[in-house]
């Protein structure tokens, strides 16, 4: 049985040496999917809600949790993102899905920072619809995919 990567030789916590991995390219996409009411669902698509568009805060909210993702969880390394992207999609009737990509040319992956920053934008347009909808569920943060590093791609199928 391989020995957990997070414990030292000590048994304690300890964050993965990577410092003999090469840097090389490294990309990752993971989605939020966010089910709510007609009226919600309606407010944040024509950008009527009292707090403002809410699209426009949760890109800037992922975005911004991307590049904290060594901050908030607690082994993470710090990463030079050389890009973070959250878009949205439309799944009528009444759900938003939430993508971010994350890149990188480091010696270890971006598989948190996207999915810190799909997780962030999703809670940030619960937090800008709640007045209308505290019922809103976010359902399914998962990666989709990465590539780069030993361990190559994976996809999600």
Do not use: C
Not at 68 to 86: C, F, K, N, Q
Not at 95 to 104: D, L, Q, Y
Not at 131 to 157: N, P, Q, T, Y
């Amino acid at each position: 049985m391989p020995k957990p990567s997070h414990l030292s030789s000590a048994g304690g916590v300890a964050m993965v040496d990577v410092s003999a991995k090469s840097a090389t390219r490294r990309i990752a996409r993971a989605e939020a999917v966010l089910h709510m009411s007609n009226a919600a669902f309606r407010a944040i698509r024509t950008a009527v809600l009292r707090k403002g568009d809410a699209l426009v805060a949760a890109q800037v909210a992922g975005i911004t949790a991307a590049k904290r993702t060594d901050e908030l969880i607690p082994l993470a390394h710090s990463l030079p993102l050389s890009s973070v992207r959250v878009s949205f999609e439309w799944k009528p009737p009444n759900a938003v899905r939430v993508e971010a990509e994350a890149k990188t040319t480091a010696q270890t992956g971006v598989e948190m920072e996207a999915l810190v920053a799909a997780s962030v934008a999703a809670l940030t347009i619960y937090d800008m619809t709640k007045s209308l909808d505290r019922g809103i569920v976010i359902e399914r943060i998962a990666l989709l995919e990465k590539s780069g590093g030993k361990s190559g791609k994976w996809r999600r199928s």
